[in-house]
């Protein structure tokens, strides 16, 4: 079965919410993602700590299978995609690089506090690189979570997870948390922790369910449907 986004509207324009942790804006021909730590495994290595090598490869497969079903003609990357200096071994360098020759979009990283170790990227990954934000449309691009005025913001850092129980059953899966200035995108890494989020009133949860996305039902309201 094809992964399956949900349709959200936000001020009369509408974005979709991927299921491979991407927001897709149709408008702008923009995907976004946040938090994806490139190098995180190879970091962890140098400190003796052994973590398998195929996260690169299974996060790059999820990108690419995004940028596909969106048809995306631009990539931003919404803060934090390295995870540290050392983790920038010549072989990501390479990896990244030989995965950037088959995709031909413009990429831009928006720097997040991960990022700011880099004076440059790789020039072979043909990305630019702003900071502290970048500003489309009604949207403003950043990688901390804070209101702008005159604009949405969407983010990353937080790495939201919601927490879901049916009696003795329980399940912790990535989401997107949507509040009324700023959205929050879910770590596009799938080897990253999260922080579980308690939504107030007027938020909105969707998680990341497999190939859908599921706005999860406010303890305030009994609304909840599955992505078209």
């Given at each position: 079965?094809?992964?399956?986004?949900?349709?959200?509207?936000?001020?009369?324009?509408?974005?979709?919410?991927?299921?491979?942790?991407?927001?897709?804006?149709?408008?702008?021909?923009?995907?976004?993602?946040?938090?994806?730590?490139?190098?995180?495994?190879?970091?962890?290595?140098?400190?003796?700590?052994?973590?398998?090598?195929?996260?690169?490869?299974?996060?790059?497969?999820?990108?690419?299978?995004?940028?596909?079903?969106?048809?995306?003609?631009?990539?931003?990357?919404?803060?934090?995609?390295?995870?540290?200096?050392?983790?920038?071994?010549?072989?990501?360098?390479?990896?990244?690089?030989?995965?950037?020759?088959?995709?031909?979009?413009?990429?831009v990283?928006?720097?997040?506090?991960?990022?700011?170790?880099?004076?440059a990227?790789?020039?072979?990954?043909?990305?630019?690189?702003?900071?502290?934000?970048?500003?489309?449309?009604?949207?403003?691009?950043?990688?901390?979570?804070?209101?702008?005025?005159?604009?949405?913001v969407?983010?990353?850092?937080?790495?939201?997870?919601?927490r879901?129980?049916?009696?003795?059953?329980?399940?912790?899966?990535?989401?997107?948390?949507?509040?009324?200035?700023?959205?929050?995108?879910?770590?596009?890494?799938?080897?990253?922790?999260?922080?579980?989020?308690?939504?107030?009133?007027?938020?909105?949860?969707?998680?990341?369910?497999?190939?859908?996305?599921?706005?999860?039902?406010?303890?305030?309201?009994?609304?909840?449907?599955?992505?078209?």
């Amino acid at each position: 079965m094809a992964a399956r986004g949900f349709p959200v509207r936000l001020g009369g324009t509408e974005v979709e919410l991927r299921p491979e942790r991407a927001l897709y804006w149709p408008e702008g021909g923009v995907l976004a993602v946040a938090d994806l730590h490139w190098g995180k495994p190879e970091s962890f290595h140098q400190h003796g700590i052994p973590l398998p090598p195929e996260v690169l490869e299974d996060d790059l497969a999820r990108l690419s299978a995004a940028l596909r079903a969106t048809g995306a003609r631009r990539l931003l990357l919404v803060g934090d995609l390295v995870h540290s200096r050392r983790g920038l071994t010549p072989e990501v360098v390479r990896r990244v690089a030989d995965w950037r020759t088959g995709h031909d979009v413009e990429m831009v990283l928006v720097r997040g506090n991960h990022d700011r170790h880099l004076d440059a990227l790789p020039a072979a990954w043909r990305m630019q690189m702003l900071e502290p934000h970048l500003d489309e449309g009604p949207f403003r691009f950043a990688h901390h979570p804070e209101p702008a005025r005159g604009h949405y913001v969407w983010a990353g850092h937080i790495h939201p997870t919601v927490r879901l129980s049916t009696g003795a059953d329980r399940l912790r899966l990535p989401c997107f948390h949507l509040g009324e200035g700023v959205g929050v995108l879910p770590a596009f890494s799938a080897f990253t922790g999260g922080m579980d989020i308690r939504p107030r009133v007027g938020e909105r949860l969707f998680a990341i369910a497999g190939d859908f996305v599921v706005e999860v039902p406010s303890p305030r309201s009994s609304r909840g449907t599955q992505g078209r």
